[in-house]
């Protein structure tokens, strides 16, 4: 007995394909209660806080009990999460060791990647949970910064107590307790890069977590889609670019080569904003105040590009994104330019964890549909006639 389906049907009797749209654009692949992007608008919230107000007032901390658990905290309650933050600062001697191993020219993604893995193995089982979400968010920067000292031939140091979550991860990185201007820029970075409603490593978490998988190989994976130069891997390379231009009197010319030989000016454009992105706009004040001298050849070279890409692509709407001044309030907090994406991580690790939870508490597993474009109809011929 034979079955036809709309496989089996000559090419010409196939119903019409789906519609298609590349990458997803457009799609809606979940409801969520966490961010909002309002790409037309340049509007970004959280929980229904505005993103200009949250960067100017609340810790990075308060951000992390925002996503998590629906509502900014109070005093009491801010105390409390801070404290078991701040139990969760360890490294297991195995996870340690396996920082260790790992040859100094590893890619500091890489190595964060390779840590958070070993000590889900470790410390993670059974269905995601906030604690959970909070002993792996805490334990970030400490793998970071570990791994940083140690490829530099330093030992890894221990948390400091007394420390917020930015303020601590300088200081693992410096071994100094950092200046106050460093800790502000970090935190306003933090918040920032919280979340961003479902781009490619919170949807890449979401649908680990749709399979009913921990929630570490979900954050694993996260990771690995951040890891991307498309998605977070740009900030370096806008260091690289200011320094290859090198003073305001060469940005235009530079520029304008660049553009000729069909380069990308790394910092514009943005696959949801077609206006500015409200991130940049808070981040270039925080340039312009903690780096000064370096802010001036930003703004120059910020104003020559959109001039310039206006003038030769008008019809993309190109803006100043989130990685353009990023790139300058990093390097003024003592970052350097391989430390930029996983820093990236360490903010956007509480989204990640967020969604997950979002996912979990209202599972159904994410299974799209792939519109086949292959040959057909192909006539099979056994192993020994072909």
């Not at 890619?107 to 979400?133: F, N, Y």
């Not at 420390?163 to 460093?182: I, S």
Request: proline share 6%; with cysteine.
């Amino acid at each position: 007995m034979s079955t036809t389906t709309s496989e089996t049907l000559p090419q010409s009797q196939r119903p019409p394909h789906k519609e298609s749209k590349g990458g997803l654009e457009g799609i809606v692949a979940a409801t969520t209660a966490l961010s909002k992007v309002e790409g037309t608008a340049g509007q970004l919230t959280y929980c229904g806080y505005t993103i200009h107000d949250l960067v100017r007032k609340t810790l990075f901390e308060e951000i992390m009990h925002l996503l998590w658990f629906g509502h900014l905290p109070n005093q009491k309650e801010l105390s409390g999460f801070k404290a078991d933050l701040i139990a969760e600062r360890s490294i297991p001697p195995m996870v340690m060791q396996v920082l260790r191993d790992l040859p100094a020219s590893t890619e500091p993604m890489d190595a964060l990647r390779t840590a958070v893995s070993a000590w889900g193995a470790l410390s993670i089982k059974g269905h995601p949970s906030i604690t959970q979400a909070l002993a792996v968010t805490a334990r970030f920067p400490l793998f970071l910064a570990a791994f940083h000292r140690l490829r530099r031939g330093q030992e890894p140091l221990e948390s400091r107590p007394e420390l917020d979550h930015a303020a601590n991860y300088l200081y693992l990185l410096t071994g100094q307790v950092p200046k106050d201007e460093h800790v502000i820029g970090l935190n306003a970075y933090l918040v920032l890069l919280a979340d961003h409603g479902m781009n490619a490593s919170t949807f890449t978490a979401r649908v680990v977590a749709s399979t009913e998988s921990d929630i570490v190989s979900a954050l694993v994976a996260a990771i690995g889609a951040l890891k991307g130069p498309l998605h977070g891997g740009a900030p370096s390379k806008v260091l690289d670019m200011l320094d290859a231009i090198g003073t305001v009197d060469n940005a235009e010319r530079w520029l304008r080569d660049a553009l000729a030989r069909g380069e990308r000016l790394m910092g514009f454009g943005h696959r949801v904003y077609k206006t500015e992105d409200p991130r940049a706009e808070e981040l270039r004040e925080m340039a312009r105040v903690a780096d000064p001298q370096g802010f001036v050849l930003a703004r120059r070279v910020e104003e020559l590009a959109l001039a310039l890409l206006h003038e030769q692509k008008p019809e993309r709407r190109l803006y100043t994104n989130v990685e353009f001044y990023s790139a300058v309030l990093l390097a003024s907090v003592g970052l350097v330019g391989d430390l930029f994406t996983p820093t990236f991580a360490i903010s956007r690790v509480i989204g990640w964890a967020a969604h997950v939870l979002e996912q979990v508490d209202h599972n159904r597993l994410i299974r799209p549909e792939a519109d086949y474009t292959g040959p057909t109809d192909l006539h099979f011929m056994p192993l020994d006639e072909r």
